[in-house]
Structure formats: C-alpha cells, structure tokens
C-alpha cells in the first residue's frame, strides 16, 4: 500500500492554458474522487468514479472541467482555459465501496493560475 | 441547502484540556455515515473516527469521541486531553446512503480550526 499519489505537486500556469492532473489511487480502490479546496475551507466536491464509470459530476463544475479514469486505474483531470478562480489545491481520495469506507487522500496538486 | 454545517470558524484550548468541535447536517436519508478529518498545516488529510446512521454507540478512537445524536442531527467531535499536535483545521462529512446502496460522495462542512495553547 503506497497511498494515493498525485502528480504534480505544484503547477504555475497562465489564463487560458490548459492543464492536466494525474491521480494513481491505492490499488485495491474501486471508488476515485475528485475535491477542490482553497485556503480555510473545506474539500469542495468535483466528481468521483466506481471503477471506470464517473457516477456523479458535482453541478457547479465547469464544462471547462473533465475527468476521466480509463481501465479503472489511474485518473486524470483536465482544465481547459484556465481562469483565476481556478487556483486551488486539487485533491484525490480513493476509497472501497460501501457506506462506511473512509476516503484516502493524496497530497494534492496546488495550482496558480497567473 | 448546506448538508453540513460547522460554525466554529475558530476554537482555543488549553492543553490537556477536552474540547468539542460541533456538527450538524442535513439528510432525508434513513442510512448515511459521518465522519471527521483533520487537516494539520501540512496539507495532508487524516481520518480520525466514522458513525454509521444505525450505530447505538457512540463511536470512539483513542482520544477522539463522536456525540452523536440523531434526533438534533449532529455529530460534534469531542478531543480529551488535547495536545499540541492537535492544532488543525478539523472537518465534518457526510455520506448519504441513498437507495439500493450507499452512494460514494463526501460532503465536507466549512471546517473549524483548533488551536491548542500551551
């Protein structure tokens, strides 16, 4: 069991760009989730997949926003035209499946957009 | 509507002495899991204690004890004998059950941040 890792850790980038993150969650997790926090607030939800299947999309996510988990492995999350608002600390959590399964989390992806 | 709601932006304690983070939530679910992380300075997210819905006990881990009651839906964390590592940012969350099974997502509350003074 080496966690949930999350590459990379930081990302600089410009309005506008795109950029993409990467998520390898604990092996034996069926279940990946997708949060976003910023600074004295709590993990916001984005999205979180059963397998390769992305079961929900949280309804204030941007068309901007996608998230894919091919094989039901590794996952990444792309944002396209990056805005402002976007800086953010992105975190990935794994967890099995059932009621009482915890979250496991990465350390994050700390993104600054310029 | 907030499914979980923290209103302490911000609690002091003495160490060694107990504290209570306090919770509430919201759900028409009959099934549904609570739990509380702790978020030090670091960044990392740290699992402290779960409730299930059904649970006649309120559940407890080393010095970390969930009051839970059901009726006034809330779910305060309560820390005995705090030390200074205890210092966080500390969150409530929430897993509905919904129907045929239990749904995946966490709901976060705002958090509370904890200070722990010598």
């Known amino acids: 069991d080496t966690g949930v890792s999350q590459d990379p850790r930081h990302k600089i980038t410009k309005r506008g760009q795109n950029v993409t993150f990467r998520c390898d969650p604990i092996?034996?997790?069926?279940?990946l989730y997708w949060y976003r926090q910023t600074l004295g607030q709590g993990p916001e939800f984005l999205t979180y997949?059963?397998?390769?299947?992305?079961?929900?999309k949280s309804r204030l996510l941007s068309d901007r926003f996608s998230a894919e988990r091919p094989k039901g492995s590794f996952s990444t999350l792309e944002i396209q035209r990056t805005e402002q608002g976007d800086s953010a600390m992105y975190l990935c959590?794994?967890?099995?499946?059932?009621?009482?399964?915890?979250?496991?989390f990465g350390s994050g992806t700390q993104l600054s957009v310029l | 509507a907030q499914k979980i709601t923290q209103t302490q932006p911000g609690m002091f304690v003495q160490e060694k002495e107990a504290v209570t983070l306090d919770c509430t939530y919201d759900?028409?679910?009959?099934?549904?899991?609570l739990f509380w992380y702790k978020q030090p300075s670091s960044g990392e997210m740290i699992f402290l204690i779960y409730?299930?819905?059904?649970?006649?006990q309120n559940a407890t881990e080393g010095r970390y004890s969930l009051n839970f009651q059901k009726a006034r839906k809330s779910a305060n964390l309560v820390i005995s004998a705090s030390q200074l590592g205890d210092s966080a940012m500390y969150f409530c969350a929430m897993r509905e059950g919904g129907y045929g099974g239990s749904q995946g997502n966490l709901i976060f509350g705002k958090g509370t941040k904890l200070s722990v003074k010598p």
């Open positions: 759900t028409s679910d009959q099934s549904y899991g």
């Open positions: 409730q299930g819905s059904y649970d006649e």
């Open positions: 092996s034996e997790h069926n279940r």
């Open positions: 959590a794994s967890s099995s499946t059932g009621l009482s399964e915890k979250l496991f």
């Open positions: 997949f059963q397998n390769e299947a992305q079961l929900e």
